[in-house]
C-alpha cells in the first residue's frame, strides 16, 4: 500500500510538472533572440528639408537612440530633425525584445548635399574715366552676397531683397583693367557660387575702336609709303612721323595710355630720323 502511494505521489508531481513546461518561456529555458528591423531609413536629404525615420520591428522592442547629430532628436520612436549644414551624419539605434531579451544594432549614415545659387545674368565689363559704374545683381533665389574682389574706388549696396537688390558702383578716374569677383551663398542650399569679371575703364567711344584700327592701318600704310620716299627725300621722315601719331592716337588712345605710347614710338623715331636727314 506504501509503495502503490509513492507511485501515485509520484504520477501526480510529473502531472502537474507538464503544464510548467509546455509554458515555459524560452528565455527561461536559456535561448535568445534579437527582433528583426523590418523598414529602413532613407539615406540622403537637402539642407534645411525635414528628415525623418520610424523604425519598425518584427516584435515589441524596447528602443533608444544611441549615436545622432546635433541636429536631430528622438521623440516616442521617431527620429527626425532639419540639418543645418552639409555633410556625412552618422546614427545608431539599439531595440531589446521584451520577449527574447536580446538586441539588434541598427547603423547608418546620411548624406546631407546642397546647392549654390546661379547668377542671372553677367557682370557689366566697360566704363568710362569719371563716369558712374553701376551694375545691379540678381540671382536665381535667396542668398548672401559679398564683393570680395574690386579695386578701391568700387563697393556693394545691399538693398535688404532675397534674390535682387545687390547693386556694385563706383565712379573711376584711372584707364585700366580691373579685376572683380562676387561671391553668392545659397539661404537654403548653403554651396557657393561666384561671379567674375575684368572691368575695362575707357573712353566712351572705345566700344567702336574697330573703326579706329581701320583707319590706323590705312595711316601706317601711308607712313610706309612716305617712309620708302624719305631715303630720297628726309622731308618725307616727317610726313611718316605725323601719319604715324595721327594713327596711333586714333586707334588707341580711347583704349589705353599705355597703348597709345608704344604705337607713337614709330612715329617719333621717324621724327628724328626727318631731323636727321634734314641736317
Avoid: H
Avoid at 546647392?115 to 559704374?133: E, I, K, N, Q
Avoid at 561666384?194 to 575707357?202: D, E, I, L
Avoid at 567702336?208 to 624719305?230: E, M, P
Avoid at 588707341?252 to 607713337?264: A, D, H
Amino acid at each position: 500500500m506504501i509503495r502503490s502511494q509513492r507511485i501515485l505521489i509520484v504520477l501526480i508531481v510529473m502531472a502537474m510538472l507538464v503544464p510548467c513546461l509546455i509554458v515555459l518561456p524560452k528565455n527561461v529555458k536559456g535561448e535568445y533572440w534579437g527582433p528583426t528591423y523590418t523598414n529602413s531609413p532613407t539615406l540622403t536629404s537637402k539642407p534645411n528639408v525635414s528628415w525623418s525615420y520610424t523604425p519598425t520591428w518584427n516584435e515589441s522592442v524596447n528602443f533608444t537612440l544611441v549615436t545622432k547629430p546635433g541636429w536631430a532628436s528622438l521623440a516616442g520612436s521617431t527620429i527626425s530633425g532639419i540639418p543645418n549644414v552639409l555633410g556625412v551624419f552618422s546614427f545608431r539605434t539599439n531595440a531589446t525584445s521584451t520577449n527574447g531579451a536580446g538586441y539588434k544594432n541598427l547603423y547608418w549614415n546620411v548624406t546631407v548635399t546642397g546647392w549654390a545659387p546661379t547668377f542671372v545674368g553677367t557682370l557689366l565689363t566697360s566704363c568710362a574715366p569719371g563716369g558712374l559704374y553701376s551694375d545691379p545683381i540678381y540671382l536665381n533665389e535667396s542668398a548672401t552676397v559679398t564683393l570680395i574682389v574690386c579695386p578701391s574706388w568700387m563697393s556693394m549696396t545691399n538693398n535688404g531683397t532675397s534674390s535682387s537688390g545687390w547693386t556694385i558702383q563706383g565712379v573711376p578716374t584711372n584707364y585700366g583693367a580691373y579685376q572683380i569677383s562676387v561671391k553668392a551663398v545659397s539661404a537654403n542650399g548653403l554651396k557657393t557660387s561666384y561671379s567674375n569679371a575684368t572691368v575695362w575703364v575707357v573712353m566712351p567711344n572705345a566700344n567702336v575702336s574697330a573703326n579706329g584700327y581701320i583707319l590706323a592701318a590705312l595711316v601706317a600704310g601711308f607712313a610706309i609709303f612716305f617712309t620708302t620716299l624719305g631715303y630720297r627725300d628726309g622731308r618725307m621722315w616727317f610726313v611718316a612721323a605725323f601719319l604715324w601719331i595721327v594713327g596711333g592716337l586714333v586707334a588707341f588712345f580711347p583704349i589705353s595710355p599705355i597703348l597709345t605710347v608704344i604705337s607713337l614710338i614709330p612715329g617719333v623715331y621717324y621724327f628724328f630720323m626727318g631731323t636727321f636727314e634734314s641736317w
